[in-house]
């Protein structure tokens, strides 16, 4: 029960009025729990909101590789996604990263390196 008391109090506290507070709520995102942090990443993927950017980008560093295609969706989402911002996904071999990354490339929001777009057509998944 920790983890859904720790994830619904980021929530309240992101959506705070407080900026301490906020900052607070954000931090989650490096919480020792994956589901805490997965939970959070995806959470702010159905909300986009430009505020979340700094913890996505922190998330896509993460070392479990669901917390980074959770925090790649959620920068997907944002008005202002760049290829800047996920340059160290883009070798990324896990397969939920991949299909975000030929989501990503077929929306025209940006356009994906050459090399990138050939080693995800080649890649199994």
């Known amino acids: 029960p920790w ?3 720790r994830l619904k109090s980021a929530f309240k506290l992101i ?3 407080v900026e301490e507070f906020r900052r607070d709520g954000y931090a989650v995102i490096k919480d020792e729990s994956v589901a805490v942090r997965i939970s959070l990443a995806q959470w702010m993927a159905a909300n986009p909101k430009p505020a ?12 479990d590789s669901r917390v980074r ?7 997907a989402a944002l008005d202002d996604f760049s290829l800047d911002s996920i340059q160290s996904l883009l070798n990324d071999e896990y397969p939920g990263v991949q ?3 030929v989501n990503v490339a077929k929306s025209d ?3 994906l390196p050459s090399d990138t777009v050939k080693r995800l057509k080649e890649s199994p998944y």
């Open 99 to 101: 299909m975000v990354l």
């Open 52 to 63: 979340h950017r700094p913890a996505l980008l922190q998330a896509i560093t993460d070392r």
């Open 69 to 75: 295609t959770a925090a790649l969706r959620g920068l």
């Open 109 to 111: 929001k940006v356009k």
């Open 15 to 17: 959506e705070s009025s």
């Open 3 to 5: 983890d859904a008391v």
